[in-house]
T-cell receptor, first 114, second 112 residues
């Protein structure tokens, strides 16, 4: 089954404790992206990757890191989480090289930072 | 001004009616336009995309694009209670591989 898998789905953590949200897709997609979704603000792009070892900032990259060492994986790293990073996070991938807005989303990871 | 604007709703329509969802965008260089449906507690799901001015139909869904007015809409014919969800408009600029900007979404409620 074609899918984008995120882990963990739910996480409560404390300020400053490093965490990683993993994302893996089994569709051989080159384009992958991370979004956060907050009430009233919609989905905002954090980082995206056009291919292995190629990443770029989205609209809200501060406080986040990513890496793309393999095509299938695109982890999101919060080095020192803060309460304003409490949000619902989605990983997504696309088979398109252009018009990469044709996205396939993971199920989401709800993160709470206390 | 937000880059992509949608009325938050809720837009309430009776079963069988046409639901009309609207979206405006500020970047005249935008070239690709997408509609996603998001059920409560679920992830967004792509339902339509449109790249050229005019209408594009897919089953009960029609996307309409007017680049001169910077306006994109989604029509849902014969609305069903199962169409009740939040609909997200997304806009991509310049070649289609630049960042994708989402609107905050319009909540649609279809009542029997």
């Amino acid at each position: 089954e074609a899918q984008v898998t995120q882990n963990p789905r739910y996480l409560i953590t404390v300020t400053g404790k490093k965490l990683t949200v993993t994302c893996s897709q089994n569709m051989n997609h080159e384009y992958m992206s991370w979004y956060r979704q907050d009430p009233g603000l919609g989905l905002r792009q954090i980082y995206y990757s056009m291919n292995v070892e190629v990443t770029d900032k989205g609209d809200v990259p501060e406080g986040y890191k990513v890496s793309r060492k393999e095509k299938r994986n695109f982890p999101l790293i919060l080095e020192s989480p803060s309460p304003n990073q409490t949000s619902l996070y989605f990983c997504a991938s696309s088979s398109r090289q252009i018009n990469t807005g044709e996205l396939f989303f993971g199920e989401g990871s709800r993160l709470t930072v206390l | 001004q937000k880059e992509v604007e949608q009325n938050s709703g809720p837009l309430s329509v009776p079963e069988g009616a046409i639901a009309s969802l609207n979206c405006t965008y500020s970047d005249r260089g935008s070239q690709s336009f997408f509609w996603y449906r998001q059920y409560s507690g679920k992830s967004p799901e792509l339902i339509m995309f449109i790249y050229s001015n005019g209408d594009k139909e897919d089953g009960r869904f029609t996307a309409q694009l007017n680049k001169a007015s910077q306006y994109v809409s989604l029509l849902i014919r014969d609305s069903q209670p199962s169409d009740s969800a939040t609909y997200l408009c997304a806009v991509q600029s310049k070649g289609g591989y630049n960042k994708l900007i989402f609107g905050a979404g319009t909540r649609l409620a279809v009542h029997p």
